[in-house]
């Protein structure tokens, strides 16, 4: 009796009611997730696998699309951390890891996570300065320092200066006005009591004159700290001391500008720069070097070399020194090309509101609603508060922002009048490509 063609074999899985989930070895031996597995380790892929299976046990995917499913969920890394398409129209979002890298600073990275010289001289065999070409460049950029340091962010080149200028209970004098939160509620009065210094406030919230200052120095002083108030304006009635009406009172003159400009930028008047304080009688200067200088997280101090001199030599400054991909990336901004952070500053509006347009008309010939539109801009990052950044950007239907933040590459818009805008001006125009894949692959469902 003929009983028909023999049954073709299931392929090797577990049986799950009506579908067959792969095995875990079979789909591992697909060769895109084999590729990934010698690139991004077996443990990353065999997580992508399991999460795949997972979802077809689910009902979500067919279990025949598990190994898509998995190839398609792979970091582009081994870390954890995704690449983002920053449309925000935040030029330095903090969440978002503030200033992106120029290319010269990731090439210089690249060169610097292998075997450097970074504390060897390779002419003599000696040991050499850790960090000195980076030094270099930081004084060559400003010739009003005698000398610089380098730690690992802002704030704790101010940790620095308050332990070795005023540690031990000696007093820092501080306007009232300048006692600011700083992000994430770290505030400056806490962060310099915690070195062991004490606080003289001085003035009020919104007037604080060079007499208020006066008054208050005595033996006890260790100096004068001037901060500035980046991330909110005080407007009206107001009065602060200069840091040239400070310097002639007989203690030192610690500066924070904060945001990292090293010379005046004339598109941010009221943002304060390194050489322009420094000139002005600032003794130490400290800054961040991940904001407005482009560059990596990383703490900056600049000034007079025998204040700069006991801060490098403190026993702290060796836990908050930073590594050499740090001081790889410092220098290549300082010494190299225009930054992105720069570049997006400095952003022509008719050529975004071009791209804008270019853009809209891509996505509605794919189908998407997008039309261009007008668009404000800001510096962020706790800097120039209040500026204003002409800028253009894409409309999208709201239910887009949160499509994009699941891409691949993600995509950061933000939601105004019920529509998700993606603003142009931190975004480089060779992303442009990227973003608009993006919409469409989120408009499909994928």
């Known amino acids: 009796m003929d009983r028909g063609p023999a049954p073709v074999p299931a392929p090797p899985g577990e049986e799950d009611g009506r579908r067959r989930i792969p095995r875990t070895d079979a789909v591992l031996a697909d060769p895109r997730l084999a590729e990934a597995a010698a690139r991004l380790g077996r443990g990353v892929v065999k997580a992508a696998v399991v999460t795949a299976q997972r979802r077809a046990r689910a009902g979500e995917i067919p279990a025949g699309a598990v190994a898509d499913a998995a190839a398609g ?110 992000g994430d509620g770290f505030r400056i009065p806490e962060l310099l009591a915690a070195t062991g210094a004490r606080l003289r406030e001085v003035g009020t919230t919104n007037r604080t004159s060079p007499d208020d200052y006066a008054a208050a120095v005595g033996p006890e002083t260790g100096f004068i700290l001037k901060v500035h108030p980046s991330n909110f304006r ?10 040239a009406e400070l310097a002639g009172l007989g203690v030192p003159v610690v500066a924070d500008i904060g945001s990292g400009l090293l010379e005046p930028e004339p598109l941010l008047p009221d943002e304060p720069d390194a050489a322009t304080w420094l000139k002005a009688g600032g003794d130490l200067v400290t800054a961040s070097g991940d904001k407005l200088l482009g560059g990596p997280q990383c703490g900056l101090v600049l000034g007079k070399e025998e204040y700069v001199r006991r801060l490098s030599r403190h026993p702290l400054a060796r836990a908050l020194r930073v590594d050499k991909l740090t001081l790889a990336a410092l220098e290549a901004t300082v010494r190299g090309p225009r930054t992105p952070t720069d570049e997006a500053l400095h952003a022509d509006v008719a050529s975004l509101r071009e791209r804008a347009r270019r853009l809209a008309d891509r996505l509605r010939e794919a189908g998407v609603d997008a039309a261009p539109a007008d668009s404000d801009a800001a510096v962020g990052g706790g800097g120039a508060p209040g500026v204003v950044l002409p800028s253009a950007a894409v409309s999208l239907p709201e239910p887009y922002a949160a499509l994009l933040r699941h891409g691949t590459p993600a995509v950061m818009g933000r939601v105004e009048d019920g529509r998700c805008l993606l603003d142009l001006r931190a975004v480089p125009p060779g992303q442009d490509d990227a973003l608009a894949r993006a919409v469409v692959r989120a408009a499909e469902g994928g």
């Open 73 to 182: 969920a792979l970091p582009v890394t081994a870390a954890g951390l995704r690449p983002v398409i920053n449309a925000t129209g935040v030029l330095l979002h903090t969440n978002l890891g503030r200033a992106p890298l120029s290319d010269a600073a990731r090439e210089a990275m690249l060169v610097a996570s292998g075997a450097t010289d970074v504390e060897l001289d390779l002419t003599t065999g000696a040991r050499a300065r850790r960090g000195r070409s980076a030094l270099a460049a930081l004084l060559d950029a400003v010739p009003a320092a005698e000398a610089a340091h380098v730690v690992n962010n802002g704030a704790a080149a101010l940790v620095l200066a308050a332990t070795a200028l005023a540690g031990g209970g000696r007093e820092i004098v501080i306007s009232r006005g300048e006692m600011v939160e700083i």
């Open 234 to 243: 005080v407007t009206g009635f107001t009065r602060s001391a200069d840091v």
